[in-house]
Every structure is written in structure tokens, then in C-alpha cells.
């Protein structure tokens, strides 16, 4: 059946155009509060905060679990304590948010025993109103080294000849003084410790990546319905931020019009929709910490032929995948499946129009351990997360991708959210 543009995405709420809102294409609006209230789109302004169904955040009796997780890790992994830097791994262990900077600020989590802090001394007493899993605290002054510090640490705690592991993302100087003040330690990684604790979600994680998603989904749908001809992608773009925030949370995405939509993440180009053209939205939020990742491709108008299907195969391609996945798999295995489908329509070989790999793993980082990629042995376990997000793109012409997260269960797989529907409606 064709679909009039004028009736594109309107089953539930009739389109509002840009002259209606105020917008220009090409006009600057990069904050969705650079449009009035009484000037968003009926769509959209018709959203309610979803605020209020929003599941229960991550307890300390949970962070306390995977600070026991984490040194169990440690004793198989025969390492005597691991050390990381302000940023996601603290806040998943601690709930402690601090920024990086050259002063060092760390926490070290022993084999044995509660977690011991590092910090600059004019910084303790707001540290400490935010420390909450150990009371461990030591401070160094502007003229110390923050690295002998540490080694004192170490040795108090039984590692002066031990092994540490450092979370991937710590600064090489930090490494570099260690290897000065601590000589006898030796410094090693601690992916295998982070990675083990963080790559497989509980389900209290799954629920507030699950939240996030339909969040994502239900701005996705409402900006979608809003289109009209003469929207830029700039314009469209904070729309998508604008449906975001009347649900209640901050959020937004890379949209690409026409042509733009074969380049993954997009050019410098602006474009307006029109006739015919691809209309390609790639964003999410975050809910308690963990995000969403969302693609939805559609067409809009009538689709061509290939435009139909060259989204049609993405789709099949997206669906063996996830009807592959299961607990033992190779994380490699789902990429190559999902590849040979769209191989076997035409367009392959290899990355030559899919030119990416077919997921990542997703949680408190939009991108984080483990990948769906070509080669991977990683196997699957229940509780990971991965974006299931296959793609053809034609240079010169238009690109598709479909993304929904997917969460490996006991028996299989499952994306917490639905697939899109048509290339004329993917809601439904």
C-alpha cells in the first residue's frame, strides 16, 4: 500500500510541518528549548513524562556484590588488587563520580578487605562526603608524589611485591610513577576483572537499560510523525531532543537525510527532507546510569525498489541474529551470521556495503565490552548487552541501518524493544 507523505508515521498524532514551529531549514537550533512550548508539534507536545515508571536504581547492597565479584576475579586472575581513575568503572563499583585531571584521584580495590582511596589533600573533605565503600582515605599534598602515596598504600596492604591491575582507561602516568615509587609491584591489566563484573549485566541493570530503550523508542516515534517538507536535519534533530525532554529525560540523536544516511555517522553536509528520501535517526538516553542506543530508518514517501528492499535484507539480517544468540555462542559467530545474509542479497562481499561490524556491548558506556565483530571468540553468557545494529550503505545513494539493544538470556536472546515495523512506518 502506498502512503501518502502527508499520512507518514501519523496512525497516532497528525503532523505538525517546520513553518508550525518556527524553524528554518538550516537554522541553528541545537537546544530543545529554543522551541516554544505552544509551538512544538502536536506529536510531540502531547508526550508525557515517563519519569514516573521508571525502575529501581542500582542499590549499595548490589555495588558491595560486585566489589565481592571483583575480588573473587582477582584471586582467579591472580592478581592482589586493581586500581582505576575517576570515570565509569568507579561509578559502577562506588557510585562515585569524580572528573580526571593531573592530580591523581584513585581508588584501589584489594584482593582482601575494603577499598582504600587516594586523593589531593584539598580535595579530602569534599571527597570524602561522597565516598561511601571503605573509610580508607589518603591524601597527598600539592609538592608530593600522589605515586609513592599509592606505594605506601600497596605495601600496608600486603602488595609490596604484588600484582596490580590497572582499568584500561588509567593514564599512562600514573603507570609511569608506579613503576618509579613501587618498583617491586608489578603493573598488569585489569580487563579481565572490570570486564568480568561489567559485561554481564543484573537484572536491575537490564531494567533500567530496558526503561531507557522505550524512552528512546517513544521520542523516536513522536519526532518521526512530526516530519514535513523543508525540515532540516538540524531542525529535525531538535525535535528529537524536544520529545526527549517531555518525557523527562535529556536525549537526542545523529540524523541524516538522503544521500547523507550512507556515511555511518553522518557528513558536514545539511540536508531537508523530501520526496522519497531516507531518514535515518541514531540516539538514546540514559536512565539510572545505564543508556539506549536506537537506530530507525525510514523512507520517506514511497520507497523505491532498492530502497525497499535494501531495508527489508537489513531487517532479515538483524532478526539472524538475534535468532542466533544464545548463552555459548562466540560473540564473532552473530557478525558473520547477520553478514552472509546481506551477502546473499547482493551486497557484499564483506564490509563492502555492511562496513561495519554488527554490534557492541552496551551498559553505563554507549560502547563498552563485548563486540559483535568478525573473529571473536568471546562466548556469550546471559546478562550481556549488545546492539544488534546491521547496515547497508551506498555511497552516492542512501544508507539503512536497524539498532535495537539485545540481551542474551538463559535460553537465547531478546531485544527490549521491538523491531521496526516497515520502511514507511517503523512503529507500527
Known amino acids: 500500500m502506498t502512503i501518502d507523505r502527508r499520512d507518514f508515521l501519523t496512525s497516532a498524532f497528525p503532523a505538525a510541518g517546520a513553518a508550525a514551529i518556527g524553524l528554518r531549514a538550516g537554522q541553528d537550533h541545537t537546544d530543545s528549548e529554543s522551541v516554544p512550548q505552544d509551538q512544538l508539534p502536536e506529536a510531540i507536545a502531547a508526550l508525557e513524562p515517563m519519569t514516573d515508571e521508571e525502575p529501581p536504581a542500582v542499590t549499595d ?15 582467579d586472575e591472580g592478581l592482589d588488587g586493581i586500581m582505576m581513575l575517576g570515570g565509569t568503572s568507579m561509578l559502577y563499583f562506588t557510585d562515585m563520580s569524580w572528573g580526571r585531571s593531573e592530580r591523581t584521584f584513585a581508588l584501589i580495590l584489594p584482593r582482601e578487605g575494603p577499598p582504600a582511596w587516594v586523593c589531593p589533600a584539598f580535595e579530602r573533605m569534599r571527597a570524602a562526603k561522597g565516598i561511601r565503600f571503605g573509610d580508607d582515605i589518603r591524601a597527598w599534598e600539592e609538592h608530593e608524589s600522589p605515586y609513592a602515596l599509592i606505594a605506601s598504600v600497596l605495601a600496608e596492604r600486603g602488595m609490596r611485591t604484588g600484582r596490580l591491575g590497572l582499568e584500561e582507561t588509567t593514564y599512562y602516568h600514573l603507570a609511569d610513577g608506579l613503576g618509579r615509587d613501587a618498583p617491586a609491584v608489578t603493573i598488569t591489566s585489569a580487563d579481565r576483572v572490570t570486564k568480568g563484573c561489567r559485561a554481564v549485566k543484573s537484572s536491575v541493570e537490564i531494567e533500567l537499560m530496558r526503561h531507557a530503550n522505550l524512552v528512546t523508542i517513544e521520542a523516536f516515534r513522536a519526532a518521526f510523525s512530526s516530519l514535513e517538507p523543508g525540515l532540516s536535519q538540524r531542525d ?31 557528513t558536514d553536509k545539511e540536508e531537508e527532507i523530501g520526496e ?69 542479497g547482493g551486497y557484499g562481499p564483506g564490509y563492502r556495503y555492511f562496513t561495519h561490524r554488527l554490534g557492541h556491548g552496551i551498559g553505563m558506556d554507549g560502547h563498552e565490552w563485548h563486540y559483535l565483530v568478525q573473529g571473536s571468540t568471546i562466548p556469550l553468557e546471559p546478562g550481556m548487552t549488545f546492539s544488534n545494529e546491521p547496515g547497508i550503505y551506498i555511497y552516492g545513494s542512501f544508507g539503512i541501518r536497524l539498532e535495537d539493544i539485545m540481551v542474551i538470556t538463559e535460553t537465547g536472546a531478546e531485544l ?12 507500527g
Not at 62 to 72: D, L, S
Not at 416 to 427: C, D, H, I, R, W
Open 61 to 75: 547492597e548490589e555495588r558491595w556484590n560486585r566489589i565481592a565479584r571483583a575480588q573473587g576475579l582477582m584471586a
Open 276 to 344: 522519497g528520501m531516507v531518514v535515518l535517526c541514531d540516539g538514546g538516553t540514559g536512565v539510572g546510569g545505564y543508556r539506549s542506543d536506537i537506530t530507525r530508518t525510514a523512507i520517506y514517501g514511497e520507497p523505491s525498489v532498492e530502497q525497499r528492499r535494501v531495508w527489508t535484507l537489513v531487517k532479515e539480517a538483524q532478526t539472524a541474529a538475534l535468532e542466533a544468540a544464545r548463552p555459548g555462542v562466540p560473540a564473532g559467530e552473530l557478525d558473520r551470521i547477520a553478514r552472509d545474509v546481506i551477502n546473499r
Open 236 to 266: 529535525f534533530g531538535t525535535l528529537v531532543s524536544a520529545a526527549f525532554r517531555q518525557l523527562g529525560y535529556s536525549g537526542g540523536g545523529l540524523v541524516l537525510f538522503g544521500e547523507n544516511s550512507a556515511y555511518p555517522h553522518g
Open 416 to 427: 527490549l524493544t521491538e523491531q521496526a515495523a516497515s520502511p514507511t512506518n517503523p512503529f
